[in-house]
């Protein structure tokens, strides 16, 4: 990549840790855990709409790639923590900031405290989820399907967020919102790698069945 799209890349990652930041913010903020992850699913339609840049977006496609694609997936992740991380500070600066510092820490208690093969787990589904949302309203967008692009990014969305599975991003915006830790950042490392493998399985499932 050349300097000019590595800035860009960076750019458009951090915009879309901001947008999953806020996506975070109301999850913890509403009450409803249900209407919490539905609304949640705002952030990844809010990131393929104006084409941002998602390293849970993006990952699975490695596969079908070139080597250099690579190193704009891990720009992207870089740009995503940083954007989820001045979410996070912005947000803590509110009267929300308490309430969310409180909230947050409890979720990453949760997380940080698992086995690290549940850790890796719950990181595969939610990439496989992630991969099925974005696959999805590429596929609904060039048949002009605009309901299916709809449905096919808030449906596992909302799946993942119920089942508690694992998400680097989203989970980058609860460790800063918390309080940085050590083992915060061996955790997100631990989920970015589930992700990755879970966000590829498909693709890697169609190169060797001959559909890709």
């Known amino acids: 990549m050349k300097i000019n799209e590595i800035r860009l890349t960076f750019l458009k990652a951090l915009t879309a840790g901001v947008i999953i930041g806020v996506g975070g913010i109301v999850y913890t903020v509403v009450e409803n855990k249900y209407l919490g992850a539905v609304l949640f699913s705002l952030g990844l339609f809010t990131i393929m709409q104006f084409e941002f840049a998602l390293y849970t977006g993006k990952v699975g496609y490695i596969p079908d790639k070139k080597r250099s694609y690579i190193i704009e997936v891990l720009v992207t992740l870089i740009g995503n923590i940083a954007g989820t991380a001045f979410t996070a500070f912005l947000i803590l600066q509110t009267r929300l900031g308490n309430d969310i510092a409180e909230k947050t820490t409890e979720i990453m208690n949760s997380k940080i405290n698992d086995t690290l093969i549940s850790k890796l787990i719950l990181g595969f589904f939610c990439g496989m989820l992630m991969y099925i949302a974005v696959e999805n309203n590429r596929l609904s967008r060039s048949k002009d399907f605009d309901l299916s692009a709809v449905f096919g990014t808030v449906f596992p969305v909302t799946v993942f967020i119920l ?50």
């Open 163 to 212: 089942c508690s599975f694992n998400h680097s991003i989203a989970d980058c915006f609860y460790m800063f919102a918390s309080g940085v830790s050590v083992s915060g950042i061996l955790y997100i490392l631990t989920v970015a790698l589930g992700n990755a493998v879970g966000g590829m399985f498909i693709t890697l499932i169609n190169k060797l069945s001959g559909k890709s």
